[in-house]
């Protein structure tokens, strides 16, 4: 392909991006499935018209799969509201993540041990990615849902985001050296590196903060962004930390530093300046990055499944069952915690997506014991099956609230005839 016709092709899948997120507003249809599908056909038509090395995807995907994550995980923690009168429905939303997400890992890794025959270590390292919410998904596809719901929904994707990371790199490294995944040491080493790496993101929060009020050149924020990607990738590949907390603290305090800087240290730091020029600016510049390496990795990830993947039978089984434990453990913790008719929706949104990807092909660089047949053909499944299950939530609330509507309506004028009465 040409230079010319790149030029072409990448505007125009820019522009179908931007048309699908329209979409997605008006009709809930989530834009992921548009972009993996439009990859899905891209392939098919290169392939037909004879070209077919896509070997050049093994590094890419990668590679924005990171940095999408990094920036999903930033803008995320930007629009996280830190208050007091919100705490509750913080811990409601980390103490879902955790137990969700616990539970998940451990039934998923039994049905991949009991019944697929995977060795303990790998069924839990599969099993980790394929229960981890994501983000990048659900909290756009929360727009529609009442206040409460929806702040719901932000904190608990954005905390199984951060827990599933950790739990992950924390079973990698135990794997690779051949110890147990449950121990005291193990245990009692990775809350050490929890500690350890709040520690230098406060520090590190601290840094950049002051280096974003003395820099007086109009290029400011990609500068905060490079050192950040720079500090996660040695925080994960040199420390061997759960680095994504930086990520996460430092979004944390720039969308909240007038919440959490205590008044006697405020006078260090320019806040009137932040909050009203450059929080602005480097949210805009986030949501834009974000929306850009988005659209790539979805429509790479798609480009990289051939059609010959629907074919085969099996991954609807395996799919089929990890997304039935999936929604019954979500189920019942959410029945047993809420009362209330609401609350029903939140049962739907639990949709997996790049996270998950980002992970599961991850997998592929360590060395641990791999699976045959817990492949990219089940990871698809799964993706798409549970983002068509929000979409089913979506349209049954939508269904409650006519429903609502319409009682009250019915209700009042009920009244007013009993007035004219």
């Keep these: ?29 989530p834009s992921v499935i548009l972009l993996v599908l439009t990859g899905i056909i891209a392939r ?25 994550l990094i920036l999903i995980v930033l803008e995320a923690a930007l629009e996280l509201e830190i208050k007091r009168e919100k705490m509750a429905i913080i811990i409601k939303g980390f103490m879902a993540a955790l137990i969700i997400l616990l539970i998940n890992i451990v039934l998923v890794s039994l049905f991949f041990e009991k019944i697929i025959g995977l060795p303990h270590p790998t069924s839990v390292i599969y099993a980790i990615p394929l229960s981890i919410i994501s983000s990048a998904v659900a909290i756009p596809s929360a727009s529609g849902l009442i206040n409460k719901n929806k702040e719901f929904i932000v904190y608990e994707s954005t905390f199984s985001d951060i827990l599933g990371i950790m739990f992950f790199y924390y079973s990698i490294r135990l794997a690779e050296k051949g110890e147990a995944l449950i121990g005291f040491e193990p245990i009692l080493t990775l809350i050490g590196q929890i500690i350890l790496i709040i520690v230098l993101s406060l520090a590190i929060t601290y ?27 040695i925080g994960k590949d040199i420390l061997k930390l759960p680095s994504l907390v930086l990520i996460f603290i430092f979004g944390i305090f ?9 008044e006697r240290f405020k006078k260090y730091t320019k806040t009137v300046k932040i909050d009203n020029e450059d929080l602005h600016e480097f949210n805009l510049l986030t949501s834009e990055s974000t929306f850009l390496v988005r659209t790539f990795f979805f429509l790479f990830f798609g480009f990289s499944i051939p059609l010959e993947s629907f ?52 997998i592929a660089d360590y060395e641990i014991v791999k699976s045959n047949i817990i492949d990219e053909k089940v990871l698809l499944v799964i993706i798409i099956a549970s983002m068509l299950i929000m979409i089913q939530g979506s349209i049954t609330q939508k269904k409650d609230e006519y429903k609502n509507e319409e009682d009250n309506q019915q209700s009042l004028s009920e009244i007013v005839d009993e007035q004219i009465d």
């Design 1 to 29: 392909m040409d230079v010319g016709s790149i030029l072409i092709v990448l505007p125009v899948l820019i522009i179908f991006s931007y048309l699908f997120d329209i979409l997605a507003i008006r009709t809930k249809f």
């Design 44 to 68: 098919s038509i290169s392939t037909y018209y004879g070209f077919d090395n896509f070997k050049f995807l093994d590094n890419l995907v990668p590679v924005l799969g990171t940095i999408g």
């Design 207 to 233: 840094l950049l903060f002051q280096l974003i009020q003395r820099i007086e050149h109009h290029v400011k924020f990609f500068l905060i962004l490079a050192l950040l990607i720079l500090a996660y990738e």
């Design 254 to 262: 720039l969308g909240n530093f007038s919440n959490l800087i205590p």
């Design 311 to 362: 074919i085969e039978f099996e991954p609807y089984i395996i799919g089929a069952t990890v997304l039935l434990i999936m929604y019954g453990v979500r189920y019942f913790y959410l029945t047993a915690t809420n009362n209330d008719n609401e609350s029903k929706p939140l049962i739907y949104f639990s949709p997996r997506g790049l996270i998950t990807i980002l992970l599961f092909l991850s």
